[in-house]
């Protein structure tokens, strides 16, 4: 009876099936498939048109005007385009493996796009033609490539760019999309060499151009992965062991501990309107970048159109990146941070802009007082000079007096407490 019962319910499972395959199957012209009359049936969705601004217009490559790239060397920006046409951009970067300092007295062997963590901050204008030129120094090691994020293609150009030292590729695309994009390289093992510093950023401006500001400044926050941990001296090598665990010795911006701190700080002026380009090389950690003591007027987030304002912190993902805009009106020294704070105190991930100006007391008073403070009810100190008596009012009667209290002896003296030193290293500002 059982193995009946499966029979039956399997003949009927094929005849309904069989049914919804014949209901969905529909030939055109096909005779006896036509729906019921009773039953309409909906037309089919016309595709989604897209609107006229995200149409990117077709270029024939042979009347392009032709433009050699300006490049931005962190921390300046690369200038804005200033063209309200499209142009065949040739973008020129050479792959250098070279040994810098990561901090004072600590030497990393960096693999870099132009000999500098981060590389260059390319720009380019949405409809543009890029022809990309990448030259690996005959003195490298190893092979390498690009991935732009900019770029529609297999592998955002890394397909095409594999580049052997002493030899150069090229390959062409058109910038579709506005916005800002990191690139790095893309050879295995990909970790490795983005861990090493090959990365940067691509700005892909809209047809219209960007607000004006007084100051652009491009800032990339990476991390390194050392056998040693932060300070530690002499020539450092990877830990792959730390960078699989995602434990940095260092979290730094621009590729070293205070490249943005005392004489290499950005400056700026009360009254003026400051961009950053931020973007965020990883390999591993999202950054959580703030400004101590500003508010920007304007972020948009993941470099994209979408634009918030009034923003205390911004997310900046791996591999992505963010422009934020602020009006400084007040002098002082503020403190760009990774907000994930250890990072930025015992890490490196600490910056500073040092504003220049008329102090404005209304926004900011500076310090007004400093004084004792006693909460309500807190007892006198011991030792402390006794409170004059209050002569009683005129035509008062006088109070009597109270017996003097018993002298309380002195506490035996406390040995003091030895400081207990910080658990890591931590600089003070």
């Known amino acids: 009876m059982r193995h009946a019962t499966r029979f039956i319910g399997a003949v009927l499972l094929v005849i309904f099936t069989a049914a919804c395959g014949q209901g969905q199957q529909t030939p055109a012209g096909g005779a006896g498939n036509e729906a019921p009359a009773s039953v309409p049936v909906a037309a089919p969705a016309a595709p989604a048109t897209p609107e006229a601004k995200d149409l990117v217009p077709k270029i024939d490559p042979a009347t392009l005007p032709v433009i ?36 004072d007295g600590v030497k990393y062997s960096f693999w870099t796009f132009g000999g500098a963590v981060p590389g260059p901050m390319i720009r380019v204008r949405r409809g543009d033609l890029v022809e990309f030129h990448l030259m690996s120094h005959p003195g490298n090691t190893m092979a390498h490539n690009i991935d732009l994020h900019a770029v529609t293609g297999p592998g955002g150009g890394a397909a095409s760019s594999f580049t052997a030292p ?65 300070h530690a001296q002499g020539l450092q090598p990877f830990d792959a062991q730390k960078a699989i665990a995602e434990n940095p010795s260092y979290v730094v911006f621009n590729g070293r501990d205070a490249s943005l701190v005392g004489d290499r700080a950005l400056p700026a002026k009360v009254g003026e309107k400051v961009r950053l380009f931020l973007g965020n090389g990883g390999p591993n950690l999202v950054s959580s970048f703030h400004v101590i ?31 934020v805009d602020f009006t400084l009106q007040v002098p002082g020294t503020y403190i760009l941070v990774d907000h994930s704070i250890f990072r930025a105190f015992n890490k490196g991930a600490l910056g500073m802009l040092k504003v220049e100006g008329p102090e404005d007391t209304t926004i900011y008073s500076g310090r007004q007082a400093d004084e004792v403070y006693k909460p309500e009810g807190t007892p006198p100190a011991e030792g402390a000079a006794p409170v004059e008596a209050t002569p009683p009012a005129e035509g008062a009667a006088p109070a009597e007096s109270a017996p003097p209290a018993e002298a309380t002896p002195p506490a035996e003296a406390t040995p003091p407490v030895e400081a207990t030193p910080p658990a890591g290293e931590q600089k003070q500002y």
């Open 293 to 323: 003591g500003e508010i920007f007027d304007a972020v948009y987030a993941e470099g994209g159109d979408a634009v918030s304002h009034d923003v205390q912190t911004t997310l900046i993902p791996v591999g992505g990146s963010a422009i």
């Open 68 to 103: 050699e790239a300006k490049l931005g060397i962190a921390p300046n920006a690369a200038p804005p385009v200033h063209r309200d046409y499209p142009a065949k951009v040739i973008v020129k970067v050479e792959i250098r493996e070279v040994v810098k300092e990561l901090a």
């Open 166 to 230: 002493g030899h150069q590729t090229q390959f062409s695309f058109q910038a579709l999309n506005t916005g800002v994009y990191i690139y790095h390289c893309a050879t295995a093992p990909v970790p490795l060499h983005i861990a090493n510093g090959m990365y940067g950023l691509i700005v892909v401006e809209p047809e219209e151009g960007w607000p004006g500001v007084d100051h652009e400044y491009y800032v990339v926050q990476g991390e390194f992965y050392t056998k040693g941990d932060y």
